[in-house]
């Protein structure tokens, strides 16, 4: 029973603990725990029933409806949506994220006759590749997609550049209703060890060592899902142009097509012909061991050709690291050029894909960016110190709340 006049807020997401795949998940994780010190928070999500214990905390979680069972992975996620959104029956306002959810949050607020927000995390007309991936099913992702965002009483951007995108690819939108409220990050949790801590900083280095990481040697770090708008085939391009003696260390997994995994399988393949010190990690880290990774490097990179802002970049920059990014999107927003990193220009295709225009001079550019970083650990540290209070001022999750219920209030105070 939630206490008389307690606002009750409903969030919809595919993603959270255990089942986190990407940076929505992890948004979804910190907003939840900051919005509860301010209002009654449900969260709603897929992948089955929690433990008893979670659901004590105000999370259930939902399975396929079993007539849906095998179907094209978007009808399953329709199903799924149907269920939560009668489920939210009581709540005051729902905030969905991603598609998954979006048409929960859409039919719930209609059915319900409560508002409903809406997180920008990415665009489905803005992630074309995603055709190869669901085939039909994304037809009906985009579709589920912009019913929702122009149902939306409230659209929340992620960043300024994915405002931009919202108004570019759904003009009919009143610019009145999106708001920028970046995302954020949850400083405890990502700092290297301290440096009197010996016992850490041993434990850290045997998972360094384990992975095949040389800590005595640079090293560029990419962590990210191996999707086309992460870039990773113009690092492993680029990759080719570093000094020897950098690393490059990837944390990549969870493919979108086994076409794109065969396409960076031949291109790792190809720089280890070349070159030492070429680690690739599939598996996705536990954070501890992430960290320790993060700390064994130079430098991180965001080769990405989309990215609304970038959580990754955040995490990277809250463990000291200074990041090159591509200047798209909201990484410009992350990045503070020559301050905190380096961002690397691109021309883009505007056909939605991003597509760089010139794809050789974008990987030159990435290459020279990362040995101008790598090969000067004592600019890097300046530049990672940097990010580190970038991310302090900019971006805590207790600044992400407050700006999160001020636009509850906005979109309430208009119902």
């Known amino acids: ?62 399975s396929t409806p079993t007539a849906l069972t095998g179907a094209n992975a978007a009808l399953a996620t329709l199903g799924t949506d149907l269920v939560m959104a009668d489920d939210v029956a ?25 508002p409903h927000v809406v997180t920008a995390h990415s665009l489905e007309p803005l992630r074309p590749w995603k055709a190869e991936q669901l085939g039909g099913g994304y037809a009906l992702s985009s579709w589920a997609e912009r019913t929702a965002y122009l149902g939306a009483a409230g659209v929340i951007a992620v960043s300024a550049g994915m405002r931009a995108d919202i108004l570019r690819v759904y003009p009919e939108l009143d610019p009145e209703r999106v708001h920028v409220v970046h995302n954020g990050i949850d400083l405890s949790g990502w700092r290297r060890p301290a440096a009197d801590d010996a016992e850490a900083n041993a434990a850290a280095e045997a998972t360094v060592r384990r992975h095949g990481i040389d800590p005595d040697r ?16 113009y690092l492993l391009r680029a990759a080719a142009e570093l000094p020897p003696e950098v690393q490059l260390v990837l944390c990549a997994g969870a493919p979108d097509t086994p ?20 680690v690739w990690i599939e598996e996705m880290l536990p954070r501890p061991d992430l960290i320790a990774v993060l700390g064994a490097c130079t430098v991180f ?52 894909t991003g597509t760089p225009l010139d794809p050789d001079r974008f990987v030159a550019d990435l290459a020279a960016a990362l040995t101008r970083v790598a090969t000067d650990p ?12 970038r991310a302090e001022d900019h971006f805590a999750w207790s600044a992400i709340g407050d700006r999160t219920m001020e636009v509850y209030r906005r979109v309430l105070a208009s119902a």
Not at 90 to 114: F, R
Not at 218 to 233: D, E, N, S, Y
């Open 259 to 278: 076409e794109i995994m065969a396409e960076v399988v031949g291109l790792v393949e190809r720089l280890r012909e070349t070159r030492t010190g070429v």
């Open 378 to 389: 004592e600019g890097a540290a300046v530049l990672g110190a940097a990010g580190r209070r």
């Open 90 to 114: 009581g709540a005051d306002l729902l905030h969905s994220h991603t598609w998954y959810a979006n048409m929960a949050g859409h039919l719930g607020g209609l059915l319900h006759g409560v």
């Open 1 to 62: 029973m939630r206490p008389t006049g307690t606002l009750r807020v409903d969030l919809l997401t595919r993603e959270f603990p255990p089942n986190v795949y990407g940076g929505a998940g992890v948004h979804v994780a910190e907003l939840a725990a900051v919005l509860r010190q301010h209002a009654d928070v449900r969260v709603r999500c897929f992948d089955g029933p929690r433990d008893a214990a979670t659901e004590a905390a105000g999370v259930t979680g939902y």
């Open 301 to 352: 990179v965001c080769p990405s050709v989309y990215e609304p802002l970038g959580i990754v970049n955040l995490e990277a920059m809250a463990v000291g690291l200074p990041v090159v990014g591509t200047a798209t999107g909201g990484i410009p927003e992350v990045v503070d050029d020559g301050v905190t990193g380096l961002l690397v220009p691109i021309e883009q295709s505007d056909d939605g």
């Open 218 to 233: 640079p090293a560029v770090v990419f962590v990210g899902r191996i999707t086309r708008q992460k870039g990773l085939p």
